[in-house]
């Protein structure tokens, strides 16, 4: 079964509104334009209820079936993601971010506008039993906003007994599709080292504690713990992002500030790799007569896809693009989702859609391909329509 012609004909209307979001991406939770232009659209189409504010700027529209419930499944969750990132775009696409610093350089405005253009077919159809909870999601980059939106109540105010998310994936042939049983995305920590040293003359180095020299020892020591401390069949990633000190030539700073994150998928590998970054950083400190502070934060944890869910994705993809272009064996990646508080609330499973040969996530040049929305959104459509098919 491939693309549905429905969505097929709503191509350039969803691409419209994808090209919107673009132009006016919003990060983390303030997303007030976009949330209140997909709030707007769900209740033109029809939803049969439109709320606002779960999880802070979160949107959910409820979408009841024409046919009577069937006697299994009764309500499933869709979930797409809002929020841009705090980067400077550099593509020259008309329709170009015009937000200075602050670009949809992930995809989420194409995540967004697919799942809309499944929501107008669905309340245009409604050829199914049960009920399809569309769920639009704000601050997915590092705001935890699936984990606010599953401490809002989102899952029992909705009677959602299944999820289901989605992610655009450069590299992966627009028509394509991509997903594996069990952990498909690692689990996030997020590090933060504040280091104090003794500041002074940058031209008598020998009277003070360099932070800058601390903090690079400690970048460089930190480097060793994926390569001399976890098993090398593990899979586990330490980077230092962001390191912050001193605002002139001739003074050696007081302090410093480093931060980057800390990557796994096992419980062990994720208790080792903290245990480690704190060693070192205390200890590297103290060597050079300084002090140290880690804070290491647990943030999302891995993104895990139920079995029986993570094969029924797969078979609807196949219905969309053919089984043959639904690779159901995807190697894990190292990036994390926040989408993994919504699988460890409720059963479901979180798939890949080939997003071509563009730029990388997260990458200034990037841009969602719109040729993938009506692959996406039929995936929706289908799903929706198997998942409960009614009596």
């Known amino acids: 079964m491939p693309i549905v012609n429905r969505i097929a004909a709503l191509h350039p209307e969803i691409t419209a509104w994808r090209r919107d979001f ?5 990060i983390l939770y303030e997303v007030h334009r976009t949330a209140a232009s997909v709030a707007e659209k ?20 409820v979408i009841r079936g024409r046919k009577p419930a069937g006697g299994g499944l009764k309500v499933i969750g869709l979930r797409a993601d809002m929020d841009a990132l705090p980067i400077e775009e550099e593509t020259n ?24 253009g499944a929501a107008k077919y669905l309340t245009e159809t409604r050829n199914f039993g049960g009920t399809a909870v569309v769920i639009f999601q704000p601050a997915e980059e590092g705001g935890a906003g699936g984990r606010a939106m599953v401490k809002d109540g989102l899952m029992e105010r909705f009677a959602i007994e299944e999820v289901y998310g989605m992610h655009n994936f450069p590299g992966l ?11 498909i995305m690692a689990a996030a920590d997020r590090i933060t080292i504040l280091i104090e040293g003794v500041g002074g003359h940058a031209a ?35 980077s230092i992002s962001t390191f912050h000190a001193g605002s002139t030539d001739n003074v050696i700073p007081q302090t410093a500030k480093l931060g980057g994150t800390a990557r796994s998928f096992r419980p062990e590998t994720r208790d080792l790799l903290e245990r480690r970054v704190g060693e070192i950083v205390r200890a590297t400190a103290e060597l050079h007569g300084g002090k140290a502070t ?3 934060t647990r943030d999302y944890p891995v993104t895990r896809n139920h079995a029986r869910q993570a094969a029924f ?10 089984a043959d272009r639904v690779d159901t064996d995807v190697a894990p990646v190292m ?36 040729e993938a929305i009506p692959v996406g959104a039929s995936y929706w459509a289908r799903l929706v329509e198997t998942a409960l098919p009614g009596e």
């Open 93 to 116: 696409v008309p329709y170009r971010s015009t937000v200075p610093g602050k670009m949809h350089a992930c995809g989420h405005d194409g995540h967004t506008a697919m799942l809309l």
């Open 294 to 296: 880690l804070t290491y």
């Open 204 to 238: 008598r180095p020998h009277l003070v504690v360099d932070p800058i020299v601390i903090g690079a020892h400690i970048v460089s020591q930190i480097q060793t713990i994926v390569s001399r401390n976890v098993d090398p069949v593990d899979s586990a990633v330490v």
């Open 42 to 61: 769900l209740k033109n189409f029809g939803c049969d209820e439109v709320v606002t504010g779960i999880g802070r700027t979160g949107v959910v529209g």
């Open 313 to 322: 994705a797969a078979s609807v993809a196949g219905q969309i693009a053919g």
């Open 173 to 183: 042939p627009v028509g394509q599709f991509a997903i594996r049983q069990g952990p």
């Open 22 to 26: 673009h132009a006016n991406p919003e």
């Open 335 to 370: 990036g994390a989702e926040d989408f993994s508080f919504m699988l460890n609330a409720r059963p479901g499973a979180f798939i890949f859609v080939g997003n071509g040969d563009s730029a990388g996530l997260h990458h200034p040049a990037y841009n969602f391909d719109d």
